[in-house]
């Protein structure tokens, strides 16, 4: 999170997304956890992690997709509020 604040000069949410969604393989945000970069979806590329999504008021895994059954479709773009 420092790196976005850093490089868009403000905690703006809008500023910062835009920032990380803009990563590449060749300028990815460099964590503990290695380098991240994200596709359109805003899913990471290259890295084995499980993320979840609330749907319907239910936490549904959502990634990776077909790794294990009982997997969701990630909603996207997030429905608003």
Known sequence: M?????AVG???NTAIRDWLA???AEE???TILGDFHWDEKG???GKSFLITQWQEGELQFVYP??????TADLI??????
């Open 43 to 45: 899913l990471p590329e």
């Open 28 to 30: 990815p945000v460099r």
């Open 22 to 24: 803009s990563r590449t």
């Open 10 to 12: 403000s905690t703006d």
């Open 65 to 70: 997709i077909g790794q294990f059954p009982g």
């Open 76 to 81: 996207w773009p997030k429905p608003e509020w």
């Open 2 to 6: 420092i790196q976005a604040v850093a």
